[in-house]
C-alpha cells in the first residue's frame, strides 16, 4: 500500500468535469478555492497494485488467475508479457464530505464531487509515475478499467480480492459493481519487454460513449 498526497487539485480539470464553459467568475474561482482546500485536506489517498504474469490459453487470456475477456483488452495486451493490477482511492472521507455537503450546498458539494474526480485521476497519474520508475525496464499500455469497452465490470471483485483491497486501502465493491468508497478506481496496465503501438483510447473504447454527457457537450473526458 503506498500513501499519495495531493498538493494540489487541477481546478480547470475540475470545472470540466462540472460542464463549465469558458473562465469561471470571481465567485466560482473562490468557491473551487475553497473547496479544493476541503477536499485536499479531508481526502486520505492510498493506492496498491501487484504484478503478475499475463496468461495466454486456449480459454482466454489471465492476468495470473483474473479472467479478461473482451477483444478490447486481449488487442491492448496482445504483445504483453505481464500486467499491473492496480486499485487506488481517496478514502471513505471524501464520500463523507460529499454527502454531507448535499445537504447543505449543491453547487457546493457538486463542485467537491468534481475535484475529488479530478484528484483521483491525478492519484492515478501519480501512481503510473511510480510504477515507471521502478519497473523502468518495461514498455507500458495506457490503463484499461473495468467497464471501459467490452472488459466486464463485474471483474471488479475478483481483481479487488487479487489486491486485497478492502485490507490495505479500505476498497470494496458492492453486488452491483460499484466501488465503496466511489472516489475509486481499479485499472489494468500492460507491460511488454518490446516497444508498444499506443491504440486507440477514450471515446471510441468507452462503454458510456452513447449516453456520456461529456460527448453531448461536444467533449471528452479524456481518460
Given at each position: 500500500?503506498?500513501?499519495?498526497?495531493?498538493?494540489?487539485?487541477?481546478k480547470a480539470e475540475a470545472l470540466r468535469y462540472m460542464g463549465w464553459r469558458g473562465k469561471p467568475d470571481k465567485d466560482m474561482q473562490v468557491l473551487m478555492e475553497e473547496c479544493e482546500t476541503l477536499v485536499r485536506q479531508t481526502a486520505q489517498p492510498k493506492m496498491t497494485f501487484r504484478v503478475v504474469p499475463l496468461v495466454k490459453t486456449e480459454n482466454g487470456l489471465f492476468a495470473e488467475k483474473l479472467p479478461l475477456a473482451g477483444k478490447d483488452i486481449a488487442k491492448l495486451l496482445q504483445d504483453c508479457e505481464k500486467v499491473i493490477l492496480?486499485?487506488?482511492?481517496?478514502?471513505?472521507?471524501?464520500?463523507?464530505?460529499?454527502?454531507?455537503?448535499?445537504?447543505?450546498?449543491?453547487?457546493?458539494?457538486?463542485?467537491?464531487?468534481?475535484?475529488?474526480?479530478?484528484?483521483?485521476?491525478?492519484?492515478?497519474?501519480?501512481a503510473?509515475?511510480?510504477?515507471?520508475?521502478?519497473?523502468?525496464?518495461?514498455y507500458f499500455t495506457w490503463r484499461f478499467s473495468p467497464g471501459y469497452g467490452d472488459l466486464p465490470l463485474h471483474i471488479q471483485t475478483e481483481l479487488l480480492t487479487m489486491l486485497d483491497a478492502g485490507k490495505r486501502i479500505g476498497l470494496t465493491v458492492t453486488p452491483e459493481c460499484i466501488l465503496i468508497p466511489r472516489k475509486s478506481?481499479?485499472?489494468?496496465?500492460?507491460?511488454?519487454?518490446?516497444?508498444?503501438?499506443?491504440?486507440?483510447?477514450?471515446?471510441?473504447?468507452?462503454?458510456?460513449?452513447?449516453?456520456?454527457a461529456y460527448r453531448q457537450q461536444g467533449i471528452s473526458c479524456a481518460m
Open positions: 500500500m503506498l500513501s499519495i498526497s495531493l498538493t494540489s487539485i487541477d492496480m486499485a487506488a482511492t481517496l478514502s471513505a472521507q471524501t464520500d463523507t464530505l460529499i454527502q454531507r455537503t448535499q445537504v447543505q450546498d449543491l453547487t457546493r458539494a457538486l463542485a467537491i464531487d468534481a475535484l475529488a474526480s479530478a484528484g483521483i485521476e491525478q492519484v492515478c497519474q501519480k503510473e509515475q511510480i510504477f515507471h520508475a521502478q519497473l523502468s525496464q518495461w478506481v481499479t485499472a489494468i496496465i500492460g507491460l511488454s519487454k518490446t516497444s508498444l503501438q499506443k491504440g486507440t483510447r477514450g471515446c471510441t473504447t468507452c462503454s458510456m460513449r452513447e449516453s456520456c
